[in-house]
Structure formats: structure tokens, C-alpha cells
């Protein structure tokens, strides 16, 4: 398989508090985009990274980008229920390639 | 704006037994992706479209495994014959040729018996 890897597998953490998801991957890439997916729901983009840059932010959500390193973050500031989902970073190239996912549960 | 309709949203059959999954991208746009995802897994690229062309196709099986986009609008996936291991959801999106962003159907899920 040539899926990227998220780390952690699986997070909880209390409502409120931030929540930070990793990926790295294997090849080169174009730019690398986060998505999310409530349970048995369809993906939803939340942000996108091009390969000349190094940070982005979208409202509570903070990316990073280290090519050098092959890797990515994603920073969920100020957490809350509906953040409850599972996060997916995705590269792209001539290849499309989404790891296996972060499972993200709010604690109330 | 409508999204990316999936049509069936379920469909279990029997081993062996033809199976097809239909999907509607969004108006306007001209790139047409077929996912595969497993539980707990994320979507696995089967099959890319631009317009009519399927420019990459390299992970599609094909002994069992056809799609189609006529006219570079719907799209269909066939299995033929299906097998246990076909079980998954299988993904639609669609992209525009202005913007990078992919937007997701909700997915048929496939139940082999």
C-alpha cells in the first residue's frame, strides 16, 4: 500500500482543548489537503497546503508543511463536540494518495 | 449547489453476482474520482477522469473491475463477478478545473455475502 501514515490512530481529548494530528508521507508532492469524515458520511476538504509553503490557517484550524521531512500537522484549536470525525491528509502528484486516518473523539 | 450524488446509497448481493454504482458529479465539474474505502482505512484511489479520458486508471482491477464516463458528465462502476473481499464503501467525488479541492458523494456501501 502506498497510503501515508497519521499518527495518533485514534486521540481523545476533553472539549475545549486542542487537538493535533500528523501525517507523513512517501513522495513527492504538488500539495497536501486535510479532510474530514463523520461516521459513515462522505469526506469534507478542510484545507489545502501547496509544496511552497510551510503554514496555513482556516479559522480554528492551523496546517504546517515540512517537505524536507515529509510531513504535516494538523491543529484543531479550542476543540468541540462537532469536531468529533475522522481526519484524513491527502498528497498530491501525479498520485493521489490519502493516509489512514486520525479518529478524533470530543470528550464532553 | 447540488452535491455529488451516489446512487444506491446500499447494495448488499452474492458472491459472484454483477454489481454497478452510479454518480452524478457536480455541474461544471470535469474531474471524476472512484474511491475504494475499507473500515478503518482511508479512500483509495480505484480510477481518475478528466472529462471522458480516464487519465489514471493504475489501481483499478481490471479482471473484475469497469467504469465508464460517458459524455464527461455521470459515471458508473461495475464489479463482475463480485467477491467477499469487494465489501467496502465506494467513494464518488468530483473536482472542478479551477480549484484543486475534491468534493465527496456519501458513498455507497457494498455488502458481499
Known amino acids: 500500500s502506498q497510503q501515508g501514515e497519521e499518527d495518533p490512530q485514534a486521540l481523545s481529548i476533553q472539549e475545549g482543548e486542542n487537538a493535533t494530528m500528523n501525517c507523513s508521507y512517501k513522495t513527492s508532492i504538488n500539495n497536501l489537503q486535510w479532510y474530514r469524515q463523520n461516521s459513515g458520511r462522505g469526506l469534507v476538504h478542510l484545507i489545502l497546503?501547496?509544496?511552497?509553503?510551510r503554514e496555513k490557517h482556516s479559522g480554528r484550524l492551523r496546517v504546517t508543511l515540512d517537505t524536507s521531512k515529509k510531513s504535516s500537522s494538523l491543529l484543531i484549536t479550542a476543540s468541540r463536540a462537532a469536531d468529533t470525525a475522522s481526519y484524513f491528509c491527502a498528497t498530491f502528484d501525479d498520485k493521489i494518495i490519502f493516509g489512514k486516518g486520525t479518529r478524533l473523539h470530543i470528550l464532553p | 449547489e447540488a452535491g455529488v450524488v451516489q446512487s444506491p446509497r446500499y447494495k448488499i448481493i452474492e458472491k459472484k453476482q454483477p454489481v454497478a454504482f452510479w454518480c452524478n458529479p457536480i455541474?461544471?465539474?470535469?474531474?471524476l474520482y472512484w474511491y475504494l474505502q475499507n473500515l478503518g482505512q482511508g479512500p483509495e484511489l480505484l480510477i481518475r477522469?478528466?472529462?471522458?479520458?480516464?487519465?489514471?486508471d493504475s489501481q483499478l482491477p481490471k479482471d473484475r473491475f469497469s467504469a465508464e464516463r460517458l459524455k464527461g458528465v455521470d459515471s458508473t462502476l461495475k464489479i463482475q463477478p463480485a467477491e467477499l473481499g469487494d465489501s467496502a464503501v465506494y467513494l464518488c467525488?468530483?473536482?472542478?478545473?479551477?480549484?484543486?479541492?475534491?468534493?465527496f458523494g456519501p458513498g455507497t456501501r457494498l455488502l458481499v455475502l
Open positions: 477522469y478528466e472529462n471522458e479520458e480516464a487519465v489514471d
Open positions: 467525488a468530483s473536482s472542478s478545473p479551477y480549484q484543486e479541492t475534491q468534493y
Open positions: 497546503i501547496r509544496s511552497n509553503e
Open positions: 455541474s461544471g465539474h470535469n474531474t
